[in-house]
Antibody, heavy 117, light 111 residues
Framework: EVQLLESGGTLVQPGGSLRLSCAAS????????MNWVRQAPGKGLELIST????????YYADSVKGRFTISRDNSKNTLYLQMNSLRAGDTAVYFC??????????WGQGTLVTVSS | QSVLTQPPSVSGAPGQRVTISCTGG?????????VFWYQQLPGTAPKLLIF???TRPSGVPDRFSGSKSGTSASLAITGLQVEDEADYYC???????????FGGGTKLTVL
């Protein structure tokens, strides 16, 4: 069974930076695109970023474009999300998810990012 | 406001059938892109229920089914059970946005 384990979520001040990681196992990580999806407290799901299997192509939602950077290290089976210039509106649980044809077939348990002074 | 519109809530009694709609447009569902459905139980990560409009991953009961017509898709749940009470989301690629989007989500209450 696919395993995805996010880490790095914490309390950070507005304007600060944070890097999330997602450790993948039990599937061929390098063969799949990967997604970051977030969910603000009491709100719905928002796909914020996608990276292709090889890492050469990326997508960002307008809400994070220019502030967040998705990357991956296929040798370490790990997905990353570098988040800069954080705002209160970025407070959410961040999930990594394995991609299949634009959908998310497997999800991690999520990591909470709180942006507050 | 998402480009995929879902009703905020639906409800049904145990044993009944409910449907959840996902209304899109010509840049997403109407263009033939796959539609995905997810179930999110309280306090947990979402779980894939349906992909490619109608296909269930292994382990998903056949009480859950998907369909598509024009620019809309639907999720049907038959034989409602108390444990089906959850939030349900649709997802589809949108070529205008060059990315995949979720619907706003639908809260299912089993009365």
């Amino acid at each position: 069974e696919v395993q995805l384990l996010e880490s790095g979520g914490t309390l950070v001040q507005p304007g600060g930076s944070l890097r999330l990681s997602c450790a993948a196992s039990r599937f061929t990580f390098s063969a799949y695109a990967m997604n970051w999806v977030r969910q603000a407290p009491g709100k719905g799901l928002e796909l914020i970023s996608t990276i292709s299997a090889g890492g050469s192509a990326t997508y960002y939602a307008d809400s994070v474009k220019g502030r967040f950077t998705i990357s991956r290290d296929n040798s370490k089976n790990t997905l990353y999300l570098q988040m800069n210039s954080l705002r209160a509106g970025d407070t959410a649980v961040y999930f990594c998810a394995k991609d299949r044809a634009g959908g998310a077939t497997s999800w991690g348990q999520g990591t909470l990012v709180t942006v507050s002074s | 406001q998402s480009v995929l519109t879902q009703p905020p809530s639906v409800s049904g009694a145990p044993g009944q059938r409910v449907t959840i709609s996902c209304t899109g447009g010509n840049s997403n569902i109407g263009s033939g892109y796959d539609v995905f459905w997810y179930q999110q139980l309280p306090g947990t990560a979402p779980k894939l229920l349906i992909f490619a409009y109608t296909t269930r991953p292994s382990g998903v009961p056949d009480r859950f089914s998907g369909s598509k017509s024009g620019t809309s898709a639907s999720l049907a749940i038959t034989g409602l059970q108390v444990e089906d009470e959850a939030d349900y989301y649709c997802q589809c690629y949108d070529r205008s946005l060059s990315g995949s989007v979720f619907g706003g989500g639908t809260k299912l209450t089993v009365l």
